[in-house]
Structures are given as structure tokens and as C-alpha cells.
């Protein structure tokens, strides 16, 4: 008798399982013998097993460069299942993704069902590298379970060829994880400390009691004026202007307030400061400058008018548009964060942009901010006491860059506004403007698919700090 059946006998544990052969997942795209392996698993799955196809499962997917293939693989290099993920639509850069063909061999054993889930996890991590702001997949009704365990939302049925289907969604959260890393603490942290002037909440600036004047405040990254200051110099100047500009006020002037290690720091600091105010028009007055601190740079901004924009000045059912300036590139350093839209456009450009709001007197406006496009459509609508549903498609972006980075980065010049059905379109020079969704009821954002799906991009109120009161009309 074996030792372990006699303790066994004996009322002690039984022997114990045999642990699972360790696996991996890697990526088999470029690997002609492990896509072999997928394409092997799948045919006897889909094609011979299930009789979900009648020859071939393979489709044009299969042939893209943009698809991505997953597999999990043993210690000996043995494929033991895969998955696809690949984006949707005409548009690869839209965010608009979907895994397909997951397939576990029965040569797994009592790993199977680890090995799924593993691949529908790392999946799900693919598609949100590559881009995903909506990951889909076409599930049998037999696995929706299996799926919803890992996190997936049942969506709805699907009929035709995919019968027996439902389509399901994995929560991309990426708008959401900005939206807290940015913005959702301001209502409980300025709770009791703002003095709000009738009308303005949430505004890129706010009006001086008693006078035509606008007055705008900003602070840049730390890190930035640490490890490139001139580009934080410009930057302080150029959001300044832009929160001026949301407002439709003419600048007048600005004071920063600088901290910095010694001299040579300062002194690249104010390089770019006195380059952005020769380029957006905004003389600096005066300021405070602290040596022997860490790098640190505030720009508070004036400007001028008697008919200022504000961003809660939307209604249920107004047209938001999208204003923006699709030339540049990524700054270097800040790829997929900031795109330089200004730094190479000529005084008369950038004033003419900047003009736009003031002219047109829109009923509302705001300065795309840190919080991306949806962000800071979000806070338009919550100043208006609505929510948005924003066309992902309609978005005007640079070519070549991806929905998900564009409707997340600081975008150089790039201003929403909200204004009845009709209204002309804001002259702003070089930018380019679309209509990109409207103002509705419900709070927070939604993203519309060119399918007609709906998303949800952020569930609640951006910042909390609540809808402006109406301005007299």
C-alpha cells in the first residue's frame, strides 16, 4: 500500500492534485508555425466540431495588419488555444475593437478553462494597449457566464448568422481613470470656498465683480517645468490665452509666479514665457520668482469684454462642436499627452483662433483642458446642468493619431462649444470645426458608434461642482 493511500485511510488528506502544466501568453502575430497552430484549433473547433462554418472559419480579419493573435503555450512550445483582437469598422483608429476566435484544445486537460480566461484577460489588455475605447466580442449563449465571471456586460442578442450569439462588452475605463486623476475631487475639496459669481461654475475663467475684466489662473505639471521649462513657459502662457479665449475676452495681460532651483532654471522658465507672450498677444505685467525651491510655474491671465461666454450656458438639445487645430506633432517627451498645434503658427494665426469665441458668442464655451475632449465636454454639461452624447466618429482628429489619444491629450488649441441647431460654425482661422454630438439630459458622457451603438464614457458629473445658475437673457 502507498503512503499516501494509508494516510488516507487513516482520515488525512488525500493525495494532491496534480499541479496544472505551467503555460504563457504571447503574442503570435509575425509567428507563421504558432498562427498555424490557432488556425488549427479554430477549424476543429468551429468548422468540424460545432458546424458554425461550413469550410473555413478564416475571414479578412485573419489577413490585417492591424489584427493581433494571442496564445497560450506550454512548456514545451505546444499552442494550447488562442484569440484574435482586431479593431472594427472602416476606421482602424476610431477605438472601436473586438476579440474573435477563442479557442482552448482539449489537449489543455484540466487547464482549460484557466487557459480561457487567461486569454480573454490578456485579450482585454491587447485591445486597451492598442487603443480600444470599445471592446466587443460575439459570445455563444452557452459562455456568457463564463465571460460575465471575468467582468464582461451582456449587451443584447444577436440574430441572423450570429443566432445563439449575445454580444457582450468588456468596460474600457480609460475616460473614467483620467476624470479621477484630474478633476473629480474638485467639488468636495472647493465645497465652502468658492464665493461663485451668478452664472459662472466650472468656467476656463471668471469675471471681476463690477467690471468688464476676465480673470484666469493656471498651474503647469511640476515635472514639467522640472524637465523642460521652456516648454512649460510657453505652456503656462498658452492656457492662459486659451482660458481668456473660452471666455471671449480680449488678453490684456499676465503675472506668473515662478519657483525654480537657481538662476539658470529661472532664467529657461522665462525663456518660453517671454515667447508665449509675444505669440499669443499677452504682455506680462508682473509676477513673484522663488530660487532655491523645486521647479514650479503659475500664470494668472486679464483680459477684457462686456459679453463674456460661459461654459454653463448650454441647453438640453444643443449642438457641441468640436473647434481644433489638426496640424503638428506629438511634443516630444509627451507623445499620446500633448500635441503641439501652436509653437509653429504665426502670430496671425494664433489670434484668429483665439478670437473665434468672442466673435461668434456662442452659448457656451470651453478651452479643451488636461481632462482631454470628453473630459471637458463632460464639465461643459455639467456647468449646463446636462449630460453629452458625443459622435465618436464625427470627431475631426490629426491624421494618423488614434481616437483614444486625441480624446485624451492636452490638444494645443481645441475649443468646444454649444449653441442651438443652425448656428454658424466658429471662424477661427486654420482650425478645423465639426459638430461632434449634443447636449442631453442624463448626466455625464456617452460615445455613439458609427454602428449606432451607444458607450458609456463617464458615468456621473465630472468635477461635483454642480450646474451654473442661468444668466439673465
Given at each position: 500500500m502507498a503512503v499516501a493511500d494509508l494516510v488516507q485511510r487513516l482520515g488525512g488528506p488525500g493525495p494532491r492534485p496534480a499541479e496544472p502544466a505551467p503555460y504563457l501568453i504571447v503574442r503570435a502575430d509575425g509567428d507563421a508555425e504558432r498562427l498555424a497552430a490557432h488556425r488549427a484549433l479554430r477549424r476543429r473547433a468551429f468548422v468540424e466540431q460545432q458546424s458554425l462554418f461550413a469550410r473555413s472559419d478564416d475571414d479578412d480579419h485573419d489577413g490585417r495588419a492591424q489584427t493581433r493573435v494571442l496564445v497560450a503555450v506550454d512548456t514545451d512550445g505546444i499552442v494550447l488555444g488562442g484569440v484574435r483582437v482586431h479593431p472594427e469598422g472602416d476606421d482602424p483608429g476610431l477605438g472601436w475593437w473586438r476579440g474573435s476566435r477563442l479557442v482552448v484544445g482539449r489537449h489543455a486537460g484540466a487547464a482549460r478553462g484557466r487557459v480561457g480566461a487567461a486569454l480573454v484577460r490578456s485579450a482585454c489588455v491587447a485591445a486597451v494597449d492598442a487603443g480600444a475605447l470599445r471592446f466587443d466580442a460575439h459570445v455563444q449563449e452557452r459562455h456568457t457566464g463564463f465571460f460575465a465571471r471575468l467582468g464582461w456586460q451582456r449587451v443584447r442578442a444577436l440574430g441572423g448568422d450570429l443566432a445563439a450569439h449575445e454580444l457582450m462588452r468588456w468596460p474600457v475605463d480609460r475616460f473614467e481613470a483620467l476624470a479621477r486623476a484630474t478633476k473629480s475631487e474638485l467639488g468636495p475639496l472647493l465645497a465652502g470656498v468658492l464665493d461663485a459669481v451668478e452664472g459662472w461654475r466650472g468656467d476656463d475663467g471668471v469675471p471681476v465683480p463690477g467690471s468688464a475684466m476676465i480673470?484666469?489662473?493656471?498651474?503647469?505639471?511640476?515635472?514639467m517645468v522640472e524637465r523642460d521649462p521652456e516648454w512649460a513657459g510657453w505652456c503656462g502662457m498658452l492656457?492662459?490665452?486659451h482660458d481668456l479665449s473660452a471666455m471671449g475676452a480680449r488678453p490684456l495681460g499676465a503675472l506668473d509666479t515662478i519657483g525654480a532651483a537657481d538662476a539658470a532654471h529661472a532664467r529657461r522658465i522665462l525663456r518660453?514665457?517671454?515667447?508665449?507672450?509675444?505669440?499669443?498677444?499677452?504682455?506680462?505685467?508682473?509676477?513673484?520668482?522663488?530660487?532655491?525651491?523645486?521647479?514650479?510655474?503659475?500664470?494668472?491671465?486679464?483680459?477684457?469684454?462686456?459679453?463674456?461666454?460661459?461654459?454653463?450656458?448650454?441647453?438640453?438639445?444643443?449642438?457641441?462642436t468640436l473647434t481644433a487645430d489638426l496640424e503638428g506633432c506629438?511634443?516630444?517627451?509627451?507623445?499620446?499627452?500633448?500635441?503641439?498645434?501652436?509653437?509653429?503658427?504665426?502670430?496671425?494665426?494664433?489670434?484668429?483662433?483665439?478670437?473665434?469665441v468672442g466673435r461668434a458668442q456662442p452659448r457656451a464655451a470651453k478651452d479643451v483642458s488636461?481632462?482631454?475632449?470628453?473630459?471637458?465636454?463632460?464639465?461643459?454639461?455639467?456647468?449646463?446642468?446636462?449630460?453629452?452624447?458625443?459622435?465618436?466618429?464625427?470627431?475631426?482628429?490629426?491624421?494618423?493619431?488614434?481616437?483614444?489619444?486625441w480624446?485624451?491629450?492636452?490638444?494645443?488649441?481645441?475649443?468646444?462649444?454649444?449653441?442651438?441647431?443652425?448656428?454658424?460654425?466658429?471662424?477661427?482661422?486654420?482650425?478645423?470645426?465639426a459638430a461632434v454630438g449634443r447636449l442631453v439630459s442624463q448626466p455625464g458622457v456617452t460615445l455613439r458608434w458609427p454602428d449606432g451603438e451607444v458607450t458609456v464614457a463617464l458615468r456621473r458629473a465630472v468635477t461635483g461642482l454642480g450646474a451654473a445658475t442661468r444668466l439673465a437673457a
Amino acid at each position: 500500500m502507498a503512503v499516501a493511500d494509508l494516510v488516507q485511510r487513516l482520515g488525512g488528506p488525500g493525495p494532491r492534485p496534480a499541479e496544472p502544466a505551467p503555460y504563457l501568453i504571447v503574442r503570435a502575430d509575425g509567428d507563421a508555425e504558432r498562427l498555424a497552430a490557432h488556425r488549427a484549433l479554430r477549424r476543429r473547433a468551429f468548422v468540424e466540431q460545432q458546424s458554425l462554418f461550413a469550410r473555413s472559419d478564416d475571414d479578412d480579419h485573419d489577413g490585417r495588419a492591424q489584427t493581433r493573435v494571442l496564445v497560450a503555450v506550454d512548456t514545451d512550445g505546444i499552442v494550447l488555444g488562442g484569440v484574435r483582437v482586431h479593431p472594427e469598422g472602416d476606421d482602424p483608429g476610431l477605438g472601436w475593437w473586438r476579440g474573435s476566435r477563442l479557442v482552448v484544445g482539449r489537449h489543455a486537460g484540466a487547464a482549460r478553462g484557466r487557459v480561457g480566461a487567461a486569454l480573454v484577460r490578456s485579450a482585454c489588455v491587447a485591445a486597451v494597449d492598442a487603443g480600444a475605447l470599445r471592446f466587443d466580442a460575439h459570445v455563444q449563449e452557452r459562455h456568457t457566464g463564463f465571460f460575465a465571471r471575468l467582468g464582461w456586460q451582456r449587451v443584447r442578442a444577436l440574430g441572423g448568422d450570429l443566432a445563439a450569439h449575445e454580444l457582450m462588452r468588456w468596460p474600457v475605463d480609460r475616460f473614467e481613470a483620467l476624470a479621477r486623476a484630474t478633476k473629480s475631487e474638485l467639488g468636495p475639496l472647493l465645497a465652502g470656498v468658492l464665493d461663485a459669481v451668478e452664472g459662472w461654475r466650472g468656467d476656463d475663467g471668471v469675471p471681476v465683480p463690477g467690471s468688464a475684466m476676465i480673470a484666469a489662473t493656471d498651474a503647469i505639471l511640476p515635472s514639467m517645468v522640472e524637465r523642460d521649462p521652456e516648454w512649460a513657459g510657453w505652456c503656462g502662457m498658452l492656457v492662459t490665452a486659451h482660458d481668456l479665449s473660452a471666455m471671449g475676452a480680449r488678453p490684456l495681460g499676465a503675472l506668473d509666479t515662478i519657483g525654480a532651483a537657481d538662476a539658470a532654471h529661472a532664467r529657461r522658465i522665462l525663456r518660453g514665457l517671454r515667447a508665449g507672450s509675444r505669440a499669443f498677444d499677452l504682455p506680462v505685467l508682473g509676477g513673484h520668482t522663488t530660487l532655491g525651491v523645486p521647479g514650479s510655474l503659475g500664470v494668472t491671465g486679464l483680459g477684457s469684454t462686456d459679453r463674456p461666454v460661459p461654459a454653463g450656458g448650454g441647453f438640453n438639445g444643443d449642438v457641441l462642436t468640436l473647434t481644433a487645430d489638426l496640424e503638428g506633432c506629438w511634443r516630444p517627451g509627451y507623445r499620446a499627452r500633448q500635441w503641439d498645434s501652436t509653437s509653429q503658427r504665426s502670430r496671425d494665426d494664433l489670434a484668429a483662433m483665439l478670437g473665434a469665441v468672442g466673435r461668434a458668442q456662442p452659448r457656451a464655451a470651453k478651452d479643451v483642458s488636461m481632462a482631454g475632449a470628453v473630459g471637458t465636454a463632460g464639465m461643459l454639461a455639467e456647468a449646463s446642468d446636462c449630460g453629452v452624447e458625443l459622435d465618436v466618429g464625427a470627431v475631426p482628429r490629426p491624421n494618423g493619431v488614434d481616437a483614444g489619444d486625441w480624446l485624451t491629450c492636452f490638444p494645443g488649441f481645441a475649443m468646444l462649444t454649444a449653441d442651438r441647431a443652425g448656428a454658424p460654425p466658429l471662424d477661427a482661422g486654420p482650425a478645423f470645426g465639426a459638430a461632434v454630438g449634443r447636449l442631453v439630459s442624463q448626466p455625464g458622457v456617452t460615445l455613439r458608434w458609427p454602428d449606432g451603438e451607444v458607450t458609456v464614457a463617464l458615468r456621473r458629473a465630472v468635477t461635483g461642482l454642480g450646474a451654473a445658475t442661468r444668466l439673465a437673457a
